[in-house]
Every structure is written in C-alpha cells, then in structure tokens.
T-cell receptor, first 114, second 114 residues
C-alpha cells in the first residue's frame, strides 16, 4: 500500500553537528522526492529535492541521497545552526486506484541546541 | 512573482456549520492541491484540481468538496463541520501537477471547530 515512513520523529543536535533524517517509501514507481521545512506557524517550504535518475544532490549544507533499490532517501544537514530548527517533511508521489498524490512523512522535529 | 495566498488565515466555527476556504495559486500555475495538517495525522491529501476539474481525490468524506475557477483560484468547502475537522488547511500549487513538479504551499487557513 501507499506509505512513507519517516524517522526519527524528533532529533536534537548540538550546533555545528550533523543531522540525518531518513524516509522509506513503498511505491516503486515513485520518481521524485522533495523535502520541506516548516517553521513554527509558517508554510512548508521546499529545501531540496531529488529525482530518481540521480543518487545524490547537494546544496550548500544540505544534501539528499536516494537508494531506489532499498526505497529510501535521506536528508543530511551539516554544520547545523539554530535557524535549522524546524519540522522537516519528506514526500513521495504515488498512484493508487488511478489517483495520483503526494504522500508525506509524519515529520521530524529538529532542535539545534546552541 | 507573488506566492500562493490563502484566505482567511483563521476561522472559528461551531459544529454543524459549513466553511469555505480560498486559495490563489502562483500566477501561471494551473494545478492546486489541498491538504489537511493535524498534529496526529500529519499532512493528508484532500484533492487536486487542474483546469477546473477535480483530477485526484484523497480519502476524505464527501463533506469535503472543492472547485476551481477559470483563473485557477480554488475554493474548498467543508459542510456539517465536526470537532475533528479542526486543522491547518494548506493549499499548494504547481504548473501542471505532474510527477516531478515542485509544489509551493500557501500559508494555510487555521480552522477551529467548537
């Protein structure tokens, strides 16, 4: 069935350390994987995405890796800063009974401790 | 280019009432999706509209409906409100809603049902 599992649900790191969030999806046809950051009281904002024809994508301190065989993709944030504190969501597209939609992970609350 | 806008930003209703929420997509975007966000269930897909037609639908009861106008603006209606409908309702727009397009979210409408 359609499902995106996201771990961990909460993550606390010291400023300057790295943070890794992992998502697993079930639809083998999924081919586009965005990550969103949602600060308290604000809208989800796309921070990075990856398409299935690449295994890794990097944008400054943020990177995403994709393992299509294992059906999982991960968000890596290096040199974390207090402003990285937010809830992060992964998503994967899926088609079920003719309906196409994005399934979102349940979110990871990241706290960067100064 | 202006971002996705939603009105109203906050609503308080009582059980049994009905409510209409509005979403204006980014100029040129023709696909509008609606999501319900709650602490317990995360981001849940309601439906997607493209060219004034509902193209995809999630697993919500018929009390949740929507429509899209010729200028791509979309409205969502919830009839016979229940306490469990209290949530943040987000809309997201993209050019055509295809598999690998980025969705851009609006700020959301926070609905409280008493």
């Amino acid at each position: 069935g359609e499902n995106v599992e996201q771990h961990p649900s909460t993550l606390s790191v010291q400023e300057g350390d790295s943070a890794v969030i992992k998502c697993t999806y079930s639809d083998s046809a999924s081919n586009y994987f965005p990550w969103y950051k949602q600060e308290l009281g604000k809208r989800p904002q796309l921070i990075i995405d990856i398409r299935s024809n690449v295994g890794e994508k990097k944008d400054q301190r943020i990177a995403v890796t994709l393992n299509k065989t294992a059906k999982h993709f991960s968000l890596h944030i290096t040199e974390t800063q207090p402003e990285d504190s937010a809830v992060y969501f992964c998503a994967a597209p899926t088609t079920t009974s003719g309906t196409y939609k994005y399934i979102f992970g349940t979110g990871t609350r990241l706290k960067v401790l100064a | 280019k202006a971002g996705v806008t939603q009105t109203p930003r906050y609503l308080i209703k009582t059980r049994g009432q009905q409510v209409t929420l509005s979403c204006s997509p980014i100029s040129g975007h023709r696909s509008v999706s609606w999501y319900q966000q709650t602490p317990g269930q995360g981001l849940q897909f309601l439906f997607e509209y493209f060219s004034e037609t509902q193209r995809n639908k999630g697993n919500f009861p018929g009390r949740f409906s929507g429509r899209q106008f010729s200028n791509s603006r979309s409205e969502m209606n919830v009839s016979t409100l229940e306490l469990g409908d209290s949530a943040l309702y987000l809309c997201a727009s993209s050019w055509t809603g295809n598999y690998q397009e980025t969705q851009y979210f609006g700020p959301g409408t926070r609905l409280l049902v008493l």
